[in-house]
C-alpha cells in the first residue's frame, strides 16, 4: 500500500493518513527549539564533512550541503525563514528547506544519524556557548564583589547570628562571603562543562550506525573533548541539563541569600546600605517608598529556577532507554533556566559596585547590642579566668548595663570590677569594635588586614577557566 501523498515528507512513508492537526501541534518543538539552529547547522556541516571523509558522500556533495545550509542559517538570521509547524521541529525544519535549496543532494545529509544523535548534539552545544557566557557574567559579579570588599574592607557593622546582633565583623568580610559562595558555583559550572563536553553524533537512533562513520573526528570538529561511550546512553542522557540546573539552583540560592539581606539593609530599620535609584522603582500610592525591586526580583526568580530542577529530574525518572519523546520536554526548563541565569548575574554584576555603605549608620548598629561582649570574656580568660567562669561574668556584666540602658563600653571600671576584680583600665581596648575586628587576625578572620590578604588571594585563583 503506498502512502497518501499528504503525510509527512520526512517520516510519512509507512503512514495512511496525515496526522490529526492538533496532534501535530501537540507534539511540534519547533517553536522553542528553533532557538538551536545556529548548533544544529554547525552539527550537520561537521556531520557531512565526516561523511565525504569516510567516502558516503562525495567531497561535492559536501560542499553544496554545507553552502545550502549556510544559506539556510543566513535566512534564519536574517528573519525570511519560514518556520514550520508542519515540519514539527528545528532539525526538520532546517533539513527540508536544504533540500529545496540544493535538490536531491539535501536528502543525503541525514545518512547515518537520527534526530535523537543530532538534539543531543544540539542541545550540548546551545549550553555548552551559554555556559561560556554565564561564566563570563558571573567573573564580573564576583571581581565587582571584591573591588567594593577592598573599599569596605575596614568598614566595620555588626555580624549576625539567629539574625541577631553577635559579633562586629567588617563589611569586606561579609562581601568575601558571598564571594566565597559565587567561587563554588562557578566551579560547579567549571565541572558541568566538563561532562557535557563529549559529542554523542554517531549514536544515530540508539545502536549506532552500519555507515563506516568516525566520530572522533565529528567531536574534533565540533570542539568536544571526546566522543560519548555508549549509544543507548548518548541519546537518552540529559543529565547535563539536570547539572546544569543543579548548578543554577544552587547560584539562586545564594543570590536570594544575598538579596534578602540587600533588601534588609535598605530598610529605614537598617538603614546600612543605599542601592541607587536606578536600581529601584517607586510606589503609585505611597510618594515617600523606594522599593529594592531587582533583589526582590532576583529573590523571586529563584522559585522557577528551583522549579526547573525538579522539572528535569522529575522528566528523566522511570525513563526506559533509550530515547523517548518525553526528552523533548528538556528544552523548556533549560532555556529559561539560561535566560534567568544571564539576567540576574547581570543585574547583579550592575548593581553590586554601585552599593553605598553607610559607614556611620553601621557603625552606631554594631554599638548597639553589646557586639563586644564575647572580646570582654576572652579578656578575662587572658587575665587567668576559665572561659565558662568568664562567660558568667559577662552575662552578668551585660544584665546589669541592659538594666541601665547603657553598652558594655558606657560602663565605669568600678562597674564592671563588680562583676570580677581582675578588670582593668585595659579592658576598654578590648570594648572598642576596632579592637574586636582587628583582634580577629587569622586567615579566614574578620580583620581588615585578612579582608585584603583574603581579596588578594581570590582575584589569583577566580576563574577555573
Ligand atoms: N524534537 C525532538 C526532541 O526535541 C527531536 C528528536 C525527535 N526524535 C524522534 N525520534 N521523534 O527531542
Redesign the pocket.
Known amino acids: 500500500m503506498s502512502s497518501d501523498s499528504s503525510t509527512n515528507q520526512q517520516w510519512g512513508g509507512r503512514f495512511s493518513e496525515p496526522t490529526d492537526a492538533f496532534v501535530q501541534r501537540f507534539t511540534?518543538?519547533?517553536d522553542f527549539?528553533q532557538r538551536m539552529y545556529k548548533q544544529d547547522i554547525e552539527g550537520s556541516i561537521a556531520h557531512a564533512t565526516m561523511l565525504a571523509k569516510v567516502g558516503v558522500l562525495t567531497n561535492e556533495e559536501r560542499d553544496q550541503i554545507i553552502t545550502g545550509l549556510r544559506q539556510v542559517e543566513e535566512e534564519i538570521t536574517n528573519g525570511t525563514f519560514q518556520w514550520s509547524v508542519e515540519l514539527?521541529?528545528?532539525?526538520m525544519n532546517i533539513e527540508a528547506r536544504l533540500t529545496q535549496l540544493i535538490g536531491i543532494t539535501g536528502k543525503k545529509l541525514h545518512t547515518g544519524r537520527?534526530?535523537?544523535d543530532?538534539?543531543a548534539t544540539d542541545?550540548r552545544l546551545y549550553l555548552r556557548a551559554e555556559i561560556d557566557l554565564i561564566n563570563e557574567e558571573l567573573k564580573r559579579l564576583q571581581t565587582g564583589l571584591l573591588d567594593l570588599a577592598e573599599r569596605e574592607a575596614e568598614t566595620i557593622m555588626p555580624g549576625f547570628t539567629h539574625l541577631q546582633t553577635a559579633q562586629p565583623v567588617t563589611f569586606g568580610h561579609h562581601l568575601l562571603a558571598w564571594f566565597e559562595m559565587l567561587k563554588r558555583d562557578a566551579d560547579r559550572l567549571a565541572d558541568c562543562r566538563k561532562r557535557l563536553n563529549q559529542s554523542p553524533l554517531g549514536a544515530a537512533?540508539l545502536a549506532g550506525t552500519s555507515y563506516p562513520i568516525d566520530r572522533a573526528y565529528t567531536a574534533e570538529l565540533l570542539g568536544f573533548s571526546k566522543p560519548t561511550e555508549n549509544s543507548l546512553d548518548s541519546v537518552s542522557d540529559r543529565d547535563f541539563a539536570i547539572e546544569f540546573c543543579a548548578f543554577a539552583s544552587i547560584l539562586f540560592t545564594h543570590l536570594s541569600r544575598a538579596s534578602e539581606e540587600l533588601i534588609l539593609w535598605t530598610s529605614a530599620q537598617f538603614n546600612f546600605i543605599n542601592l541607587p535609584d536606578r536600581f529601584c522603582t517607586g510606589s503609585s500610592i505611597m510618594p515617600q517608598k523606594k522599593n529594592p525591586d531587582v533583589p526582590e526580583l532576583v529573590r523571586g526568580k529563584t522559585g522557577r529556577i528551583h522549579g526547573h530542577l525538579i522539572a528535569l529530574l522529575t522528566l528523566m525518572k522511570s525513563q526506559p532507554l533509550a530515547?523517548n519523546?518525553d526528552?523533548?520536554e528538556?528544552?523548556e526548563p533549560v532555556f529559561d533556566a539560561v535566560d534567568t541565569v544571564k539576567d540576574c548575574l547581570r543585574a547583579f554584576a550592575d548593581m553590586i559596585p554601585a552599593i553605598e555603605a553607610k559607614k556611620d549608620s553601621m557603625y552606631e548598629s554594631a554599638k548597639r547590642g553589646y557586639a563586644t561582649a564575647t572580646d570582654l570574656a576572652d579578656y578575662l580568660v587572658r587575665k587567668g579566668l576559665p572561659f565558662r567562669d568568664a562567660h558568667e561574668v559577662v552575662g552578668r556584666s551585660v544584665a546589669f548595663a541592659l538594666e541601665k540602658n547603657l553598652d558594655l563600653y558606657e560602663l565605669e571600671l568600678e562597674q564592671l570590677q563588680q562583676f570580677s576584680d581582675i578588670i582593668g583600665e585595659d579592658v576598654f581596648e578590648v570594648l572598642t569594635l576596632e579592637g574586636s575586628v582587628a583582634a580577629r587576625d587569622h586567615f579566614g578572620g574578620t580583620a581588615p588586614n585578612q579582608v585584603r590578604q583574603a581579596i588578594a588571594r581570590a582575584r589569583t585563583e577566580m576563574s577555573p577557566w
Not at 88 to 91: A, L
Open positions: 511540534a518543538s519547533v527549539d514539527e521541529d528545528v532539525h537520527s534526530r535523537n543530532q538534539v542541545i537512533a530515547y519523546k526528552n523533548q528538556d528544552k
